[in-house]
T-cell receptor
Framework: DAGITQSPRYKITETGRQVTLMCHQTWSHSYMFWYRQDLGHGLRLIYYSAAADITDKGEVPDGYVVSRSKTENFPLTLESATRSQTSVYFC?????????????FGAGSRLTVL | AQSVTQPDIHITVSEGASLELRCNYSYGATPYLFWYVQSPGQGLQLLLKYFSGDTLVQGIKGFEAEFKRSQSSFNLRKPSVHWSDAAEYFCAVATDSSYKLIFGSGTRLLVRP
């Protein structure tokens, strides 16, 4: 199916554990983004990527690691999860579909760190 | 640095009444401007966007927004609110066609029957 998919949709983990959230898009979009959503803060950009092997920090990158070895995948890793990283995480991609520039969000991944 | 301000955390309107949600941005040039809606437990849906041209933009679900350069604003309006419009609304800006968005903190809309 065409689109952008995130997995897992729900994850509960413990403080100190490593967690990886996956993001996959089928359009070969150049740009991909990770946002976190918290009450009172809206969505804040964690990391983004302009192309394979090119990543850059957003507003709140501390505690997160990303990679982009393939254009279609952009995993987000919490190397040692903390309670403050309990949040809903949204992946997005932007690029051209049928000649028009589009930006599409995934359905979100809800992470709880105990 | 770019920023987006949505000064109203909550707004309550009666069904059938008009609605205006405020959005102000900080950026030296004209940014790309967006409004998104998020229903409880759902993802983000694009309502409308402004890149250039006509400053009054029409979107889905009967929403419109007006870009006012002099006020650095991009307020969202709807002439008659329906109960199904109850949701959280986010204004966002991007400075180029990468669509790297900076979001406001959101406005939660409550609709009275």
């Amino acid at each position: 199916d065409a689109g952008i998919t995130q997995s897992p949709r729900y994850k509960i983990t413990e403080t100190g554990r490593q967690v990886t959230l996956m993001c996959h898009q089928t359009w070969s979009h150049s740009y991909m983004f990770w946002y976190r959503q918290d009450l009172g803060h809206g969505l804040r950009l964690i990391y983004y990527s302009a192309a394979a092997d090119i990543t850059d920090k957003g507003e709140v990158p501390d505690g997160y690691v990303v990679s982009r070895s393939k254009t279609e995948n952009f995993p987000l890793t919490l190397e040692s999860a903390t309670r403050s990283q309990t949040s809903v995480y949204f992946c997005a991609s932007s690029g051209t579909v049928s000649g028009a520039n589009v930006l599409t969000f995934g359905a979100g991944s809800r992470l709880t760190v105990l | 640095a770019q920023s987006v301000t949505q000064p109203d955390i909550h707004i309550t309107v009666s069904e059938g009444a008009s609605l205006e949600l405020r959005c102000n941005y900080s950026y030296g040039a004209t940014p790309y401007l967006f409004w998104y809606v998020q229903s409880p437990g759902q993802g983000l849906q694009l309502l409308l966007k402004y890149f250039s041209g006509d400053t009054l933009v029409q979107g889905i679900k009967g929403f419109e927004a007006e870009f006012k350069r002099s006020q650095s604003s991009f307020n969202l309006r709807k002439p008659s609110v329906h109960w199904s419009d109850a949701a959280e609304y986010f204004c966002a800006v991007a400075t180029d066609s990468s669509y790297k968005l900076i979001f406001g903190s959101g406005t939660r809309l409550l609709v009275r029957p």
